[in-house]
């Protein structure tokens, strides 16, 4: 196996030394926007981690040691993701925050439990949010920025409800990191002043605007020390009076007069709203995996996130139909692998936009989600792959019953950060967290930035025959979510093998599952599995990551049928996984994160 695993890597580096001038890229005649979430800010030297004792793996330096430092005064892996969620709101503005919403996968070496901390729509908010008075429907830039698209936040109540089940130091300790980098300040890093650069529409906030950029409407240089008074007042309140503060009172009247006095495109949001939100508990989403082709066979437990995230679906979906096929067999240095890869992709997306949505709303086909992964449904999905790409498939049917849903228009999806921690005590968790597009909505109070999660929903509601979009937007209901926070286990002993996840819109799928197979079938290690190129399907063209792809592989797609688009997919990987020694971890050098601990 190491010698396979040698050819693997090398062919691996010959795959990704391939550089497409721009020029002789195709162009994508798909209407979807393929925009990634956020753009790229250059590479970071990623080489990997080991350590015996508990891992701490997030988007930013400040956020581990965050984690690192609650988890040496013996706190647990929930002490460590409260603290690790402040400070990026802080450090990593674009991504995550108080102000978005967030799914965590937390074990506790008995038993796995998933938050569901994602936003809801407002009371107010009905299916003609993003319908123009002359009946057509906005465009993502005319939905997203102002007050139209901020649903109710829940990542704190998500914190709070895990922290009274989990937590073993006071709330109020968990805020000392976030509260000290706030007051005295951070600085900023290349991502995010390249972001903050290429943003168009923050600098049209008067907060954001004083806060991130110069008088002349630049944003600060790289280095440049970044003080937040404004959110430091913010998390003094929450430490001491807990997040009752943040969805009742001036705090929350703060987000309200926000979001509905926006000047050009107000929103819904109430009090009320606010005050109603709760987090929720819910079984997680698991499959078990048996790879094929590997000297040491082992059942693997993959559990996910369910409905309203669609990502353990689509993931459990593209990893049961790649065994139905030759891939298995096959490197990753062969054309024919992702061939396989991607029109498995295009079958999984297909019963995505067709079945996903809030489960409150929306019953699963069969009545049971796991009708879409029953062996008998892939075998007959898995018929549809053939030597040449589908294009674009259609959506399956699980039950045989005439469709009574609209499949959902693909569109874009954006922003989100991962975090994967594992602490001393047996504890693990995997939470990916979000205020949707980079920089969300673009609108500030007390020092941090509100969501446009309402975009997630889809524009339409239904389709030319009246048929309703699972996923079309209603008062209250969570919107479909590609966020895919993964914990793995040895399905025979049950004991815990991995965490991980990334951020990247509907890509995230791509990026999980891409981890995974690399983990299970190549026997890499984290890093070298987050170190491979990205690609992927939304049900459209091919997707591969720019100037990783040399010519005559593209060329081998294209003989398939496949339409190439070589684009930017940065991803934000983070991954623990557990060894005989201890651990291991990566992250992805397309951001800025690190794996600490000890």
Request: hydrophobic share 40%; glycine share 10%; with cysteine.
């Amino acid at each position: 196996m190491k010698l396979f695993c040698l050819a693997l890597i090398t062919a691996l580096s010959t795959v990704g030394c391939g550089s497409v001038p721009q020029s002789s890229r195709n162009p994508s005649t798909a209407a979807v926007d393929l925009r990634q979430p956020e753009g790229p800010s250059g590479l970071s030297e990623q080489t990997g981690w080991h350590g015996r004792k508990f891992a701490v793996a997030t988007a930013h330096p400040l956020a581990s040691a965050a984690g690192v430092e609650m988890l040496q005064a013996g706190g647990s892996a929930v002490d460590a993701a409260v603290a690790v969620q402040l400070v990026l709101t802080l450090v990593e503005p674009q991504s995550s925050g108080i102000g978005g919403g967030a799914f965590l996968l937390h074990h506790d070496g008995q038993r796995t439990v998933a938050y569901d901390g994602r936003e809801t729509a407002p009371a107010a908010a009905d299916e003609t949010l993003f319908s123009k008075p002359d009946g057509t429907v906005m465009t993502f830039a005319e939905a997203v920025v102002g007050g139209r698209a901020v649903g109710v936040p829940g990542t704190l109540r998500l914190l709070e409800m895990a922290h009274g089940d989990h937590g073993r130091l006071p709330w109020a300790r968990l805020f000392t990191p976030a509260i000290r980098l706030a007051e005295d300040g951070f600085p900023i890093s290349r991502r995010l002043h390249a972001l903050l650069a290429a943003d168009p529409h923050l600098r049209q906030d008067p907060q954001a605007r004083a806060y991130f950029y110069d008088r002349a409407g630049q944003p600060l240089p790289i280095g440049s020390h970044l003080r937040n008074p404004e959110l430091a007042a913010v998390l003094r309140r929450l430490a001491h009076d807990g997040v009752r503060a943040f969805y009742e009172g001036d705090m929350a009247r703060a987000m309200v007069d926000k979001v509905q006095q926006h000047p050009n495109n107000p929103g819904t949001l109430s009090l009320a709203d606010l005050a109603a939100y709760r987090a929720i508990p819910r079984s997680p989403l698991c499959s078990v995996y048996a790879p094929k082709a590997v000297e040491a066979p082992r059942r693997y437990r993959i559990c996910g996130f369910p409905p309203p995230g669609s990502g353990a679906l689509a993931i459990a979906q593209i990893l049961g139909l790649l065994e139905r096929t030759p891939a298995p067999t096959l490197s990753f240095a062969d054309p024919q692998w992702l061939h396989y890869y991607s029109e498995a992709s295009r079958l999984a997306f297909a019963d995505r936009a067709q079945y996903l949505a809030d489960p409150d709303f929306v019953m699963p086909p069969a009545g049971d989600w796991q009708s879409l992964l029953a062996p008998a449904y892939l075998d007959s999905r898995a018929r549809l792959i053939g030597p040449q790409t589908q294009g674009i498939a259609l959506a399956g049917n699980p039950t045989g019953e005439p469709q009574t849903l609209a499949a959902m228009p693909e569109q874009a999806e954006y922003g989100t950060s991962h975090f994967s921690i594992i602490d001393s005590h047996g504890n693990a968790l995997a939470m990916t967290t979000t205020i949707e597009d980079a920089f969300g909505a673009r609108q500030m109070v007390n020092g941090y930035l509100l969501n446009n999660e309402l975009t997630d929903f889809s524009f339409t509601a239904s389709d030319g025959h009246g048929r309703p979009v699972a996923n079309r937007l209603a008062p209250g209901k969570r919107p479909r979510s590609s966020m895919s926070p993964t914990l793995v286990f040895d399905d025979d002993s049950g004991e815990l093998l991995f965490s991980g996840g990334s951020p990247g819109g509907a890509m995230i799928i791509h990026y999980t599952a891409k981890l995974l197979y690399a983990l299970f079938h190549w026997q890499l290690t984290p890093q070298q599995a987050i170190d491979l190129p990205n690609f992927g399907s939304l049900n459209g063209p091919t997707l591969l990551e720019e100037n990783r792809f040399a010519p005559e592989f593209v060329e081998a797609l294209k003989s398939r049928g496949h339409q190439i688009r070589e684009i930017n997919l940065s991803s934000g990987l983070q991954a623990i996984d557990k060894t005989a020694r201890g651990y291991r971890g990566g992250a992805d050098r397309r951001r800025e994160g690190r794996v600490m601990g000890e």
